[in-house]
């Protein structure tokens, strides 16, 4: 797995421990900044650099944080093709990827702790979307959306 993983000033602590913690686990991690902390940094730039990793191939999925993950999931679903949700439990981690194709996870570094994270991180890493048939229904539904 080769994933797209950015954060502004509120998320970067969080992205570099869970930058670490994902090349442990054997994930090719691009980063897409910010790279060093930056208090003046905008999230915008960091979940625009992500999701146009997922589109354009360099990444099979991506991991958005900033402080409360809100700022970074809206901008985020402003990109054609990307299905990113904000997410602070593990079953909506795993199944929003399962029954709803979610290729980009945000994540609130002021709402959720390092260990939280890591489970979350894993259960969004762990399975593929299912393919059945009233999930590709339901996928075809939204992307719908994206042409209007």
């Known amino acids: 797995m ?17 930058r670490e913690h994902l ?3 054997g994930v090719e991690v691009v980063d897409k900044g910010n790279t060093i902390y930056d208090k003046l940094d905008d999230y915008p730039d960091y ?9 354009n191939g360099e990444a099979e999925r991506g991991i958005i944080i900033c402080g409360s993950g809100v700022g970074a999931c809206m901008t985020a679903n402003k990109v054609k093709g990307i299905r990113a949700c904000l997410c602070h439990d593990t079953y ?7 029954h ?16 939280l994270a890591k489970e979350l991180v894993d259960a969004f890493l762990s399975v593929e979307f299912s393919n059945e048939e009233r999930h590709v229904r339901r996928l075809n539904k939204m992307k719908e959306l994206e042409n209007n």
């Open 2 to 18: 080769k994933l797209a993983i950015g954060a502004d000033h509120a998320g970067f602590e969080l992205k570099e421990l869970l």
């Open 47 to 55: 979940a625009k650099a992500v999701c146009f990793a997922v589109n």
């Open 100 to 115: 709803d194709a979610m290729n980009v996870l945000c994540l609130g570094a002021r709402i959720v702790g390092s260990a």
């Open 92 to 98: 909506s981690a795993r199944q929003g990827v399962e």
């Open 23 to 25: 090349v442990l686990r």
